[in-house]
């Protein structure tokens, strides 16, 4: 429960939405558009990703059912593989997922081993799958890589279009650092060809720069060019 009384050091504490746990006044649940798919989606989020008013990592989870987020820097072996491969519903138990990472193949490489081929014939049964997205800064994403083995040994879906974000209120350094939730939209665009509704995420991430562009000057101009 929040404290809306109490005061300190620094300051009031801000009434929390309990459902995207951001402060009332920049909650993102206006935002959300429940999207149907297959694949299943889990999010490992960063620590410092939780209270990063530009973060869109929250708004992928409530906009997709059938995902899951974890936080933490580093996660536990036996924790971590039971994100990976313990079944979420009855269905998983009768076909057990597969678990790939969103990732680009040849990046992080050192320390870390080469990863494994995606399997063609996988792509063929997103009702199998779960992609693995890792909610966090470039830098900070490589780090969570090079520390788990477990997702060294995932095979990667590396993004083919190269189509450059339109979320500039954060800093990336190529065309291919993408938002969480514009990655995790275009994967799975490619893991379901055929589900138009994925493009719902795309709504969300409108009405979420709508909302970011009364404080970010940069979210502005991105909503006029695009308009």
Not at 11 to 21: E, S
Not at 122 to 143: E, F, H
Request: aromatic letters at 4%.
């Amino acid at each position: 429960m929040t404290d809306q009384g109490q005061q300190g050091h620094q300051g009031t504490r801000r009434a929390q939405c309990p459902r995207c746990l951001r402060p009332l006044a920049t909650c993102l649940c206006a935002a959300v558009h429940t999207t149907a798919h297959q694949v299943q989606v889990l999010i490992l989020m960063h620590p410092l990703e939780q209270r990063q008013a530009k973060g869109t990592g929250r708004l992928l989870h409530l906009c997709l059912p059938g995902s899951r987020l974890l936080v933490g820097e580093q996660f536990a072996p036996e924790l971590l593989h039971e994100a990976l491969t313990a079944p979420w519903c009855d269905a998983d138990r009768a076909a057990p997922r597969r678990a790939l990472l969103l990732y680009p193949a040849t990046a992080a490489s050192a320390p870390c081993a080469a990863p494994p081929p995606l399997p063609p014939d996988w792509l063929a049964r997103p009702d199998r799958l779960r992609l693995v997205v890792l909610d966090a800064t470039w830098r900070k994403s490589r780090k969570m890589l090079w520390t788990h083995p477990a997702l060294q040994a995932l095979p990667r879906l590396a993004l083919q279009d190269m189509a450059p974000s339109r979320y500039v209120i954060r800093k990336a350094h190529a065309a291919h650092q993408l938002s969480t939730l514009e990655a995790t939209q275009r994967a799975l665009q490619r893991l379901e060809p055929t589900n138009t509704g994925i493009a719902a995420l795309g709504l969300a991430m409108q009405g979420f720069m709508a909302q970011q562009s009364a404080y970010w000057p940069a979210a502005r101009s991105a909503m006029l060019d695009g308009s």
